[in-house]
């Protein structure tokens, strides 16, 4: 026992001023240690996952079920008068179903023959939910109800039902985060459908308020690539499978330099209303 | 000890209540910045290190949640913290035009600064563009929740005061 009895409230306490240099060393420590290399915080990631996570789903679902409730009530009217004219049209369709459903069947033997079937829809995928947005109106990222723990891992392809939303960036153990392309951050190349011509998409965040991305690049001598021609995720992207749908061109100008063309994508992903996304469990392995 | 676990709590409300409920419920796309007002109010009502450390772990919870480079938001966001700490003794908790002040600030020098090094320094010179479609609406939705939450944290501040003076009569 030593025999200086000190009161509990005299605490060790330093200056603040100490507090913000040691602080700052170590902001900046880890600025460069994660900009230069590819290092993660995984033992924070863990943390949030078991901390931050577990809340972020609770309040979502709560949220979810109250957005829902509210929409919910707007659409049971139109719903119900929309319900009768589509059951006249299933019959229509059904009927049109048996015809595809027989020219499916060739498309599949044909495709065999070309050694083709590598279309996006068979890969093998998984649900997620999305948790949470953002937290800074400067970027489009969200967080996901799945990690490391369901098999996932950076860099997969994340797709919602009718086209590209992004790819994995980081992984914990219960959540994952994504980076849209509609983000400031990312570059996806890809491909005009028709034209086979290559082009660089990246977001904008002031496009985004208009609801477009922006694309660059594209080489497109013969000005063959016109409006509302179709965009998907071309071969020699690095991070993306090839021929995931990503928009619709929809504004198209010739660059100064007067040899590539740039312009807006009006996306066919409805950004604003992501609940559910589908994680493709296969990173593109470019050394194949 | 208390207040470490008070303001754990406060984060935790305030980060998760931006990322989620805001988010979801917001029309136009923009979010309030929920944490700027926590740190800023931290900062000028109790002190300097606690607006530091408040600051680094909500910095912290935004480069783990949102951004590649961790330490960007944590260092920002603590040197906000810790700039309001100056006001300490400038702050009555009975004037609202100072908090209110020093909060918009703070949410106006952080949208700037992120600007600067984030977009200016990558090519992105419309600032005129990125000011009215992101930092005014941004501004204006903080300020409005600020309203809300401030007499959330005052009463959090004077129901400890209370506290703390009882045990000091008590305590001697």
Known sequence: MSPIVRKSKEKFS????????????????????????????????????????????????????????????????????????????????????????????????????????????EYEMTGAKVISSSDSNWFNTFIIDKGSNDGITTDMNVLSGSGLVGRVTDVGPNWSRVLTIVDDNSNVSCTVLSSSDNLIVSGDVLKLENGYITFSNLIDDDNDVAVGDKVVTSNISDKFMPGIPVGYISYIETDSNNLTKSGYITPSVDFRHINDVLIILKTKDITE | MKRIIINAILILICFVLQTTFFSMFSRTGIVPNICIILIATTGFMYGKTEGLFVGFICGLLFDIFSFNVIGFNALLLMII???????????????????????????????????????????????????FTIIMPEFFYTILISILFYPLFLWILIKQNKKERQTDVTGI
């Open chain 1, 14 to 121: 330093l200056p603040s001023r100490y507090y913000l240099v040691i602080f700052s060393i170590i902001c900046i420590l880890l600025m460069l240690l994660t900009f230069f290399t590819d290092f993660h915080l995984s033992g924070a990631n863990v943390i949030v996952g078991y901390t931050i996570v577990p809340c972020q789903k609770g309040i979502s679902a709560v949220g979810t079920f109250f957005y829902d409730k509210k929409e919910l009530l707007k659409e049971i009217k139109a719903l119900t008068k929309e319900n009768e004219e589509l059951k006249k049209e299933i019959d229509a369709l059904t009927l049109e179903n048996a015809k595809y459903q027989q020219d499916m069947f060739e498309l599949a033997s044909l495709r065999d023959l070309y050694n083709m079937n590598q279309g996006y829809t």
């Open chain 2, 81 to 131: 913290g810790y700039l309001n700490g100056y006001f300490v003794n400038t702050f009555y908790s009975e004037d609202v035009k100072l908090p209110l002040l020093l909060i918009s600030l703070s949410d106006l020098l952080y949208s700037f600064v992120y600007y600067v090094f984030l977009f200016l320094l990558n090519n992105k010179l419309e600032f005129g563009n990125y000011f």
